[in-house]
C-alpha cells in the first residue's frame, strides 16, 4: 500500500464550488509513488473536477494538494510550505510543490504534472511523429535561445532536436506507431489515437500521469493493448498514474489503489478487492438509495 507508505500527490479536504454547486466535497486520498490509482464513480461524481484541479485548470475553493515530485511527501514538511508564502520547497534533492498555489503551466513543467482530457486532443492535420514533438516544443525554445539559432542550425539545437526526435521514435515504438509515423494523426484508428495521445503525454517526462477515460471507446482488444502500455509506463518508467475510467474490467485489473466518488463526495477507499466488494459502492452504481435495500445488498455480498 504505497499510497499509504510512500504517497507521490496528497489531497486533503480538497473542496470545489461553483456558486451554490459543491462539486467536490472534502475530499481527502493519497496517490502512492509507482502505483496506478483509480478515481471512480458514476456520471457527475466530480472526477474530472478532481482532475482540473490537481492539474491547474480549476483552483480549489479549499483544500491542500501537495505534490512530492521526488523525496518523500512528509507532513512535517507539507505544514512548513503550507505555513510559508512558497509554492515549493526544496532539501537537497527533495521537491515538494502545493499544486493549489500555482499555475497550470508551472504544474505541468515544475511539478511534471501531465493529463489528457476525456475527448482527444490530438492535432489532427500533423503527422502522428509531428503530435510527439509538440510534447518537447520548450526544450526545442530554450535550445534555440529563444532566437533564430534553430533556423540556423545551431550544434545545441541539432542536438536537442535529435534527442527530442529519439525519444519520439521511441514512445512511438512503444505504442506500435513507427510504421504510421508520417501519416495524418487524424487517419489513426480511435484506439491508436487514443494510445498516441498518452504517448505525448509520456513525452513531457511526467512524475505523475492524469489519464480522464482512456478506455473510453475502446474495443476488448484495444483495451488490452491500454492494459499492457499503462502497466510498462508504471513498472519501466516509474511513472505514477491517477486514472479516471468507467471501463471496470481495466480498473480492476491494472489499479493498485481505487478512490470512489459519488455526488463529490469519497464513499470508498482501497484496493480493487475491497472496493468491488465495498455494499456502499454496489449502492452507488446500482442506484440502491433505500437503507432496507443497501443492507439486503450488503447480507448478498456476506453470504
Known amino acids: 500500500m504505497r499510497w499509504k507508505s510512500d504517497p507521490l500527490l496528497v489531497v486533503e479536504h480538497l473542496t470545489m464550488r461553483f456558486g451554490g454547486l459543491v462539486a467536490v466535497n472534502n475530499l481527502t486520498f493519497e496517490v502512492g509513488r509507482g502505483d496506478i490509482t483509480a478515481l471512480i464513480g458514476p456520471n457527475g461524481a466530480g472526477k474530472t473536477t478532481v482532475f482540473n484541479c490537481v492539474t491547474g485548470f480549476y483552483k480549489p475553493t479549499e483544500g491542500r494538494l501537495a505534490l512530492a515530485r521526488t523525496g518523500v511527501a512528509d507532513r512535517s514538511r507539507i505544514e512548513a510550505l503550507t505555513r510559508s508564502s512558497a509554492r515549493s520547497a526544496k532539501q537537497g534533492e527533495d521537491e515538494l510543490f502545493l499544486l493549489e498555489r500555482m499555475p497550470g503551466h508551472l504544474i505541468a513543467h515544475h511539478a511534471k504534472v501531465a493529463r489528457t482530457f ?28 529563444l532566437t ?24 512511438l515504438d512503444k505504442i506500435n506507431l513507427m510504421d504510421r509515423a508520417d501519416d495524418p494523426a487524424g487517419e489513426l484508428p480511435y484506439g491508436a489515437q487514443r494510445r498516441l495521445e498518452i ?105
Open 199 to 303: 504517448a505525448r503525454a509520456m513525452c513531457a517526462d511526467p512524475t505523475l500521469l492524469c489519464l480522464d477515460e482512456p478506455a473510453a471507446g475502446l474495443n476488448p482488444r484495444e483495451s488490452l493493448e491500454l492494459n499492457t502500455l499503462l502497466n510498462s509506463i508504471r513498472d519501466d518508467h516509474g511513472v505514477s498514474i491517477l486514472l479516471i475510467e468507467h471501463d471496470m474490467s481495466v480498473v480492476m485489473q491494472i489499479s493498485d489503489h481505487v478512490v470512489v466518488l459519488d455526488y463529490g463526495t469519497k464513499i470508498s477507499d482501497g484496493t480493487p478487492v475491497e472496493v468491488r466488494n465495498d455494499p456502499k459502492v454496489i449502492a452507488a452504481y446500482l442506484g440502491v438509495a433505500d437503507e432496507e435495500e443497501l443492507a439486503h445488498v450488503e447480507a448478498e455480498i456476506h453470504a
Open 148 to 171: 533564430v539559432l534553430g533556423l540556423l542550425g545551431a550544434p545545441h539545437f541539432r542536438a536537442t532536436e535529435a534527442w527530442a526526435v529519439e525519444r519520439a521514435k521511441y514512445w
Open 118 to 145: 476525456q475527448n482527444i486532443r490530438l492535432f489532427q492535420g500533423m503527422t502522428v511523429l509531428e503530435n510527439l514533438m509538440v510534447a518537447h516544443h520548450n526544450l526545442l525554445m530554450r535550445a534555440s535561445g
